[in-house]
């Protein structure tokens, strides 16, 4: 066979497969459009269901259990269950209304795992407001920073006393941390309390995931969370200037109708779309919800970059945070409490901007190197199933702490840091 004659077999091959190819392409869009057509058809046929299934207030019982698939009722039921829990239960529920800060946990209460004194911090010794004779430690923060799913004298803050006594160094350090709470009221209770004991240090404790509760309202939207409480929040603006609303916060009480007439949604970021956007008035986004619910909430901090709103705010209350405590004539220190997700991480931290931001002002702790030499099981706390440091994490924190403030600044001034420790007598 001649050349000519294999390139003209060759052409007529190749425009053969155009040819195949053409009749082929509708043939599998059509496949496609089909396909999503019959899912579309079966999504819709399980919305009705659910629709007919379900009670005139939005619920349906499925093997003994109620589950509210009405997505504009679905928060409501929930909330005003856990309303009725804590009004039912006021006089001895742990955590209460607070006018500033949302919550807080009572205080002089006596639990097996925990104590909290009438000034409100953890534990139960008596102190003064008046600038004691010893250097002051005042610490803010949320759980990581009270120390949850520890004793009290096996939380950080108490240790940090124990081990910067035995480095000659006289001091009392009062742990106003709160389980909870985001970047913003731990600042708000700062604003409040902190002043009062006229502190020589104010430590913050970032755990990462705060920056997401900054965005938040209604705590129970929040992932489902069991708190009957709205919360303060700030709104960064474009100018960098930040507006609280929702202050004084909204009480238990009327939450739900503040709900109801959109105040609360205003400035709310979880589940604010709903009852707004038909896709998210569905039996099908409501039962996932509800399932979504019952799992723990994910903590997202590999999405906390800097464009984002999460990040920004984050930031600016830390900024302002520092700015006003040292306006003050108090130290600063801020000390990074990495959650699971930051400690497992093997990739740089998507927050890893900010630190590097407040180490140029040599104000921020980074342990987390530390902590990733020990293994799961010891670092965390229930034998590495819960959500917090163990003991040892919490000693880490505390001697990383301790070694940062022997050798800064704050401890080369020997008038304060020599006097004596306080006494820890109940």
């Not at 082929?24 to 007919?52: C, K, Y």
């Amino acid at each position: 066979m001649s050349d000519s004659q294999n390139n003209d077999l060759a052409a007529d091959l190749e425009l053969g497969n155009q040819s195949n190819r053409q009749r082929r392409f509708p043939a599998v869009f059509i496949r496609l459009l089909l396909m999503l057509s019959s899912t579309l058809l079966v999504l819709v046929a399980i919305e009705i269901v659910l629709f007919a299934l379900s009670a005139e207030d939005g619920t349906l019982t499925f093997r003994g259990e109620e589950i509210v698939l009405d997505p504009k009722a679905q928060a409501g039921s929930e909330i005003r269950h856990l309303v009725d829990l804590y009004t039912q239960n006021r006089d001895s529920v742990v955590r209460i209304y607070d006018p500033i800060v949302g919550w807080r946990t009572r205080p002089g209460i006596e639990r097996p795992m925990m104590t909290v004194s009438e000034a409100g911090f953890r534990g139960l010794r008596s102190v003064t407001e008046e600038r004691p004779s010893c250097f002051r430690i005042v610490t803010f923060g949320d759980s990581f920073t009270f120390g949850a799913e520890v004793l009290d004298h096996e939380a950080w803050p108490y240790l940090l006393q124990s081990l910067l006594e035995r480095a000659g160094l006289g001091n009392e350090v009062l742990n106003f941390g709160e389980g909870g709470y985001g970047t913003d009221q731990a600042y708000l209770r700062w604003t409040r309390e902190g002043p009062l004991f006229q502190p020589d240090l104010v430590i913050f404790g970032l755990q990462p995931e705060n920056a997401f509760r900054n965005l938040n309202v209604v705590r129970n939207l929040y992932f489902g969370s069991p708190l009957p409480f709205s919360k303060p929040r700030f709104v960064l603006h474009e100018n960098q200037s930040l507006q609280l609303v929702n202050s004084p916060p909204v009480s238990p009480e009327g939450v739900w109708q503040a709900i109801e007439n959109g105040s609360l949604l205003r400035h709310e970021r979880y589940q604010s779309k709903s009852g707004r956007n038909w896709w998210a008035n569905g039996r099908i986004l409501a039962l996932f919800r509800n399932q979504m619910y019952k799992n723990p909430r994910p903590c997202r901090v590999s999405g906390l970059f800097p464009e984002t709103e999460a990040y920004r705010l984050m930031r600016a209350l830390i900024l302002r945070f520092r700015s006003e405590v040292i306006a003050g004539g108090t130290d600063f220190l801020v000390v990074h409490l990495p959650n699971k997700p930051s400690v497992n991480s093997m990739q740089p931290l998507a927050y890893e901007p900010l630190l590097e931001e407040l180490a140029e002002d040599g104000v921020v702790v980074r342990p987390e190197s530390q902590l990733r030499a020990i293994p799961p099981n010891d670092l965390w706390a229930g034998e590495g199933k819960g959500g917090h440091y163990s003991p040892l994490g919490n000693s880490i924190i505390a001697q990383f702490v301790a070694n940062s403030i022997v050798s800064s600044k704050v401890a080369s001034e020997p008038d304060r840091m020599s006097r004596p420790a306080p006494s820890f007598a109940k």
